[in-house]
């Protein structure tokens, strides 16, 4: 998220560098041909330091598939804010989210979008992502600039942070904005995969999912948060898994600790990150270096909930508690499938490859008219056979309110 406001003046003579990260080599001659051409040359795996858009500008044209941002919110704090019990709130106070005037905000974000339209193929998407401080200015200019939007998302948080004073309504949700390249525009979408990640429903455009906490929540040594407005992994899953490919080129201008080059880690995309502070920079490169996966260690214990929440299987995969590539079987082990990235099951069996969701697949397996999947598919887990519904209930239990 931080930047340099600077870019006005000195964005084009600025010098950057180059934070080299370990990145995942695509196998496959699909991903053989998507590295090709101008993406051969790009800096993949890397984090350019310095101003965002004198980062960009030394990218080629149309030579990344998915630009996900999430820019400065510009969230004009005037003062410290503190709970009843009087500890105070770790808000977003930092320089990079102070600007003098809606003015000096309104060219920064034309500057930055100017450059994600030039390097974005023509067939590629743009997700920004905004509280309501500054989504809709930055909506007005991307429409300006030729962008045609495609969705508008809410992600509704599970958990938000209490509106302390009791002066307005709890803020108890953010919107991303997705957006092709023009009105005529060919772009990408994985309908079936999101589809099947919401067990068999149409997705929707209203996301539930929690905001970062417990483990995934990076940490300085100190204690305190390593960036305050940290996104969850789940968010970048969903939105990488329903527009992009394997091997796709993800770019973030506001690269922060590195959520979005950790999750297009994991699912075997590209990625570029642009990112102005040292600190973070530091704790992105660490982090995507060793993969991080969601910590599961807090979930120890499982009870039965009477109106329980609804948890689309996807949600698990989405989250890690059921990793694509998990192993599944029936109770008596007569089949057994593999866990594919959009939550879809794989059974090869002697005469024919079958796939489908957790319920369809158990279905026709057995030739039955429907299958409970939840019940029926198993899995191990530290030696353990278990139901996938049993990560389900591990969902909800870390995600009470």
């Known amino acids: 998220m931080p930047v340099d406001k600077s870019f006005a003046v000195e964005a084009q003579g600025q010098k950057l560098s180059v934070i080299e990260t370990t990145r995942a080599v695509p196998g496959t001659a699909k ?21 965002c858009i004198a980062a960009m500008r030394t990218l080629p044209d149309n030579s990344v598939d998915c630009v996900f941002a999430d820019p ?15 500890s105070r709130v770790d808000a977003v106070t930092d320089d990079w989210d102070r600007f003098d005037s809606f003015r000096v905000y309104d060219e920064f974000t034309r500057g930055w979008l100017s450059e994600a339209r030039r390097v974005l193929k023509p067939d590629g998407s743009l997700w920004v992502i905004g509280s309501y401080h500054n989504i809709y200015r930055v909506g007005a200019s991307l429409q300006d600039l030729g962008f045609w939007i495609l969705n508008d998302i809410v992600w509704r948080k599970t958990n938000p942070m209490p509106n302390f004073k009791g002066t307005r309504f709890t803020n108890a949700h953010e919107t991303l904005i997705w957006a092709s390249m023009g009105e005529k525009a060919r772009y990408h979408f994985n309908y079936r995969a999101m589809k099947t990640l919401n067990d068999e429903l149409q ?8 905001i970062c906490s417990g483990g995934e929540r990076l940490k300085e040594e100190s204690g305190r948060k390593a960036h305050p407005t940290q996104k969850p992994e789940a968010l970048l899953y969903r939105v990488l898994l329903a ?6 080129v ?3 201008p506001f690269f922060g600790t590195g959520t979005t080059g950790a ?4 699912l075997g995309r590209q990625w570029i990150g642009c990112e102005r502070e ?3 920079r530091n704790v992105a490169h660490k982090r995507i270096e060793r993969e991080l996966a969601l910590d599961e260690s807090a979930l120890t214990t499982m009870q039965s909930r009477k109106s329980a929440p609804r948890v689309a299987f996807g ?16 109770k008596k082990r007569r089949w057994c499938a593999i866990v594919r990235a959009d939550g879809s099951l794989e059974c090869a069996g002697s005469d024919r490859k079958q796939i489908g969701s957790i319920h369809s697949l158990g279905k026709d397996l057995q030739g039955a008219p429907s299958c409970n999947g939840w019940t029926f598919w198993h899995y191990e887990n530290g030696g353990e056979v278990k139901p996938v519904d049993a990560a389900r209930e591990l969902y909800r239990l870390a995600n009470e309110d």
């Open 315 to 330: 949600t698990l995969v989405e989250t890690g508690l059921i990793a694509p590539g998990t192993k599944v079987f029936d």
């Open 278 to 280: 040292e600190n973070y």
């Open 250 to 252: 993800v770019l973030d």
């Open 263 to 266: 999750v297009a880690k994991r």
């Open 31 to 51: 991903d053989a041909v998507r590295t090709s051409g101008p993406s051969a040359s790009l800096p993949l795996g890397q984090i350019l330091s310095g101003d």
């Open 243 to 248: 527009t992009t490919e394997r091997g796709d």
């Open 72 to 86: 400065p919110y510009n969230l004009q704090l005037g003062g410290d804010l503190d709970r009843p019990d009087g």
């Open 203 to 210: 997705m929707r455009s209203d996301w539930v999912l929690p």
